[in-house]
Structure formats: structure tokens, C-alpha cells
């Protein structure tokens, strides 16, 4: 599977989550959209968390600075190449929709396990290296 195809399966898996429920079904593919972003907003401060960690250097982040609008820049522009300028996102929703239980029980298995890491990665970057006010 290709990083295209794995990152839209990745979507795949979120935007199911949210139409199995029936109170998230209204915007699943918005949420699913909102939560790969919030994935990937995850693991750039976590970068930048064990960056600082590792060099022993406390960098001060405002929403604005360059090393918060770019990155956050970048993660929006994939978002609208990949799911807002074409729609083949539901081309890709059909083509998983028709894999095998089991192969599909499994990449929810994954899918969680990249959720929970990403979490986990994210809370722990912050205890290594807590913002300032915190200290």
C-alpha cells in the first residue's frame, strides 16, 4: 500500500468511526478531516518538544511565529490537495468498503494503535520538556 493509500485508509477508519455513531454522522468526513489534522498537529509539536528536549533549548511558541504558521500551513495545503480540492477520498471509501472483514478488523486495529501512539507521544513530548508556565 502506497503513503497516499495508507493515509487515506488512515481517513478511511476515522470517517467509519464517525458514521457508526449515530449522533457524529452528520460532518463525518469534516471530523475525520478535523481529527487527521489534529493528528498531525500532534506529532509537529511533539517534533519540535524533542528538538528543544534534545538541544537543551526552551523555544517560546506563539500562534503566529513562523515555526507554528508554516508547518500548520503545510498540514492544511495537504488537507485540500487530498480531500477537499478532488473528492477522491470517496473513490477510496467504496474501494475499502469492499476489503475482507478480517483485513478490515485489522486495519482498525492499527488505525487505533496510530491514534493512541500519536496521543501517548504527544502528552509524553510535553512531560520531557513542559511549556514554560508550567515549570
Not at 495537504?78 to 473528492?87: D, H
Amino acid at each position: 500500500m502506497t503513503i497516499v493509500k495508507s493515509y487515506y485508509y488512515l481517513f478511511y477508519k476515522l470517517y467509519k468511526f464517525f458514521l457508526s455513531h449515530e449522533s457524529t454522522k452528520w460532518l463525518a468526513d469534516v471530523k475525520a478531516i478535523i481529527l487527521l489534522c489534529s493528528l498531525e498537529v500532534w506529532l509537529l509539536f511533539s517534533l519540535n518538544n524533542y528538538f528543544d528536549f534534545l538541544n537543551h533549548h526552551h523555544s517560546k511558541l506563539s500562534f503566529f511565529s513562523l515555526k507554528v504558521v508554516l508547518p500548520l500551513f503545510f498540514v492544511l495545503i495537504i488537507k485540500w490537495i487530498l480531500f477537499i480540492k478532488n473528492e477522491d477520498w470517496k473513490g477510496y471509501v467504496q474501494e475499502f468498503d469492499k476489503l475482507p472483514y478480517k483485513k478490515n478488523r485489522k486495519g482498525t486495529w492499527i488505525v487505533f494503535a496510530i491514534v493512541i501512539v500519536s496521543a501517548a507521544n504527544f502528552v509524553f513530548s510535553f512531560f520531557l520538556n513542559p511549556p514554560i508556565h508550567l515549570k
